[in-house]
């Protein structure tokens, strides 16, 4: 890693910014949804049954957009059935932004949010500490576990968080995505912050195989649109590399052989495809359907 290099992760103000282009340039939410709308309703149909309450856990929730989706698919599920939607989110800027998706949103009247700003590890730490396990009806991980230190510890606390006939959904790239050759190539000049950016849907599954979990996985042909990369001097484009390669500003502080070298690597058959003058990115996810043990 050159020392002159930052972790995008560090730059909390210009991560957000670099994320929500990322999602403007995908159709990865608008796939996420549409899983939303056609799977969830079957999966999620026995986890209320005769309950007063439903209890939700976001975690890494970001600014809610998929969040008040599924919230919205649950009422529809459970009609005038209370909804507990607690968000651990160690973004403030995320929890702003939520925070302004729900005062524009209607029929939330019988949804209670709780808000914990605080990573993932905080939160299970002060779980554990307290003694108090909660269970959770509906858990969802959404692109997140990258930012975990220990996946499979993760997994494990939240899969123990679930009430019975409770599910858990995770999602995160495919092992056939664009994403864990980049970071197995590049990863060790790159600022990655010790974290698990390798972590693919291989990887947890072989995680919950040797838990012996029961769960269903679903496959998302996502891509991003990344034209603006190889753009010199376009803003929206440095951004989109600094998310693509985890680095705060790559494009002014990479080592001109390491930059040359990764826009080279983006724009082949390897990583993108080109269609109508755009080069789109594979970044092929996975949603995992996780059941209550």
């Given at each position: ?129 307290s003694k108090q396990l909660k269970k959770y009806d509906f858990i969802?991980?959404?692109?997140m576990l990258y930012y975990v230190k220990d996946v499979e510890a ?121 269609k109508d003058g755009k080069i789109l990115f594979r970044n092929k ?9």
């Amino acid at each position: 890693m050159e020392a002159t290099m930052m972790s995008l992760f560090a730059d909390s103000s210009r991560y957000v910014d670099a994320f929500h282009l990322f999602v403007k340039s995908s159709n990865e939410h608008q796939l996420m949804q549409e899983f939303v709308d056609t799977k969830l309703p079957e999966l999620i149909s026995s986890m209320g049954l005769k309950k007063q309450g439903i209890e939700v856990l976001g975690v890494g929730s970001g600014a809610g957009e998929i969040d008040l989706q599924m919230i919205s698919l649950i009422q529809a599920v459970y009609p005038g059935v209370r909804i507990n939607n607690n968000i651990v989110e160690p973004s403030a800027k995320q929890i702003s932004c939520y925070k302004e998706r729900i005062a524009k949103t209607k029929g939330l009247d019988n949804v209670t949010f709780s808000w914990h700003e605080k990573t993932s590890h905080e939160f299970e730490s002060e779980i554990k500490e307290s003694k108090q396990l909660k269970k959770y009806d509906f858990i969802h991980m959404i692109q997140m576990l990258y930012y975990v230190k220990d996946v499979e510890a993760t997994i494990k606390f939240f899969s123990s968080c679930l009430a019975p006939k409770g599910k858990l959904i995770i999602s995160l790239v495919s092992e056939k995505s664009g994403w864990p050759i980049l970071w197995q190539k590049y990863g060790s000049r790159l600022p990655l912050n010790d974290l698990c950016f390798q972590v693919t849907s291989g990887g947890v599954q072989d995680i919950l195989n040797s838990m012996g979990a029961k769960y269903e996985s679903y496959n998302l042909h996502s891509h991003t649109n990344i034209t603006e990369c190889f753009v010199e001097g376009d803003h929206n484009g440095e951004l989109l590399l600094d998310f693509l390669t985890d680095t705060c500003e790559f494009n002014k502080n990479a080592p001109s052989d390491l930059r040359d070298q990764v826009l080279h690597d983006l724009k082949s058959l390897e990583f993108s495809a080109s269609k109508d003058g755009k080069i789109l990115f594979r970044n092929k996810a996975s949603v995992i359907v996780v059941e209550s043990p």
